[in-house]
């Protein structure tokens, strides 16, 4: 064993084929934080032994892993993310000759896409079966990279070797701040013809409530459920009016679309097609609205919203999330 620096532990990530069942990298995936690892849940002896002392011994009844990975975000990796978020892929379809829209929705069900979590340590490789995603939390801001913040849960890891040379460190697209769009519309068919909303930050965050099932005769959780679904957010503009403390106090819901799409790039030459990750909200509410007006300085507006779903329409409270890219399809 040696001393390292972080940077140099690799982090692979497999859509698993039958939930719990590991499998090797399909995809490296460079990271900017990574506090993912083991976790235990242990009990205290409560016997008396006539001395002063609380207790004499404790045992491990549970092993899992846990803990939040960041990200910059790319085009084609995220794909494994988005797949696991919402629990299904619902299509594949070419846009033009090598360039595809995945599109992803909400699955409802409590077993959405499991993943396999891979780390190739030179102090010890590691690997994290039926790995679910906890919470994500995607940050748009001025003069950055869009990057996500993704809590896992899985079940604790497995030594094993695993070799860097199986998966795919391929070359990605990113995005930055100057690639976001936002809209907002009375309605999600109004979309369309909506203005853009320039704005000084966003933030989406969504979590999944994710249940450790343990079951008698094992350490390692039998099954991990995701449960309550829900989407909040908040962004963050100039005070040019009140139009948003308006929505809020009359209870108005809205629909939002944030596109994200990198136009310095062409996934088929001379066809005007991008990496882009298309979110739409068909029905939104603002929850908070928070103006900061300090002396001498430009007065701001944050305002908070959460997802609902549209009964009215039978509309998730996301109604779908589209990464655009150069990926024929997640299989592998």
Known sequence: MAKIIGSRINLGVAREATRGV???PQRWIPWVNIGFTDK????NSGEALGVLEDSHEKSVVEKYGEGDIE????DQSYGYFLYALMGTLTGSVAVVANSYDHTFNIANTNQHQSLSLSTEDPNGDKQFCLSMIDKLT????LGDYVKSTIGFISRGSHDTNVDSNT???AVENKFRAQDIEFKVATTRAGLAAAGLVKLQSLSLMVNKNILRKQMLGTVQPDDLINQG???EGEFTLPYEDQTYRDLMLD???????IIIRNEDVELADGAGVNPTITIVLPRCGF???TPDRPKGELAEQTIGFKGYYDFANTENSIYSIVLRNDKADYTT
């Open 251 to 257: 209870n108005t819901y809205n629909a939002m679309e």
């Open 287 to 289: 929850m908070d609205w």
């Open 229 to 231: 679904f829900q989407i």
């Open 138 to 141: 995607l940050n748009m801001v």
């Open 22 to 24: 590991c499998l090797k």
């Open 71 to 74: 990200f910059e975000v790319r």
């Open 40 to 43: 235990v849940t242990s009990v």
């Open 167 to 169: 998966g795919d460190f």
